[in-house]
């Protein structure tokens, strides 16, 4: 089983459209996530991180952490078609030095 | 803020040379420095971490001589792809992390292609 499962998708929405992603997760001592954009042939983009459980806004983008069902999750308002690309879950134990845990990637289309 | 440049974004190289990538942190000094092979369609794969000063650190299957890490600087990290071969073709992406962030901010990528 891996550590982080992240639904592949290709999930394609309407432009304006609430798009929700979502990663669920097996190691409890993950304590950092984060959430990267990335366009074809680019390399990741940091979008939202957040250490403890709850929500954190940024514009359109919305991410929600439960460490007690071990489920992280991003929205995305009012979605554009620029806003299609792949989108990866992350985390981290707390530990200093510790490596990123990648979900697989959830490719997003927005159709104008 | 926290910017990571990568050079050169594209690169051609012929079987038995060996290609040399430079990962920069812009505005923050990277106490740690992370190097990945991406394949078309799948997630990132960790090759090494690399701390200023020190020797990188591989994951498991990764051959350190033919992979070269260095990291002399707090802004500088290169990876050197000796001896190349047509499977070492890939899309590599560095990543830096400052002294007491634990994100990662990614490089744009360098795509490399062995003939």
């Known amino acids: 089983q891996k550590e982080v499962e992240q639904d592949p998708g290709p999930l394609s929405v309407p432009e304006g459209a609430i798009v929700s992603l979502n990663c669920t997760y097996s190691n409890s001592a993950f304590q950092y996530f984060m959430w990267y954009r990335q366009y074809s042939r680019k390399g990741p983009e940091l979008l939202m991180y957040t250490y403890s459980s709850g929500n954190k806004e940024d514009g359109r983008f919305t991410a929600q952490v439960d460490k007690s069902s071990k489920y992280i999750s991003l929205f995305i308002r009012d979605s554009q078609p620029s806003d299609s690309a792949t989108y990866l879950c992350?985390?981290?134990?707390?530990?200093?030095?510790?490596?990123?845990?990648f979900g697989e990637g959830t490719q997003l289309t927005v159709n104008p | 803020g926290a910017v990571v440049s990568q050079h050169p974004s594209w690169v051609i190289c012929k079987s038995g040379t060996s290609v040399k990538i430079e990962c920069r942190s812009l505005d923050f000094q990277a106490t740690t420095m992370f190097w990945y092979r991406q394949f078309p369609k799948q997630s990132l794969m960790l090759m090494a971490t690399s701390n200023e000063g020190s020797k990188a650190t591989y994951e498991q299957g990764v051959e350190k001589d033919k992979f070269l890490i260095n990291h002399a600087s707090l802004t500088l990290s290169t990876l050197t792809v000796t001896s190349a071969h047509p499977e070492d073709s890939s899309f590599y992406i560095c990543?830096?992390?400052?002294?007491?962030?634990?994100?990662?901010?990614f490089g744009p990528g360098t795509r490399l292609t062995v003939t």
């Open positions: 990543s830096a992390r400052g002294g007491h962030q634990y994100e990662q901010y």
């Open positions: 992350a985390m981290s134990e707390k530990t200093s030095g510790s490596r990123l845990t």
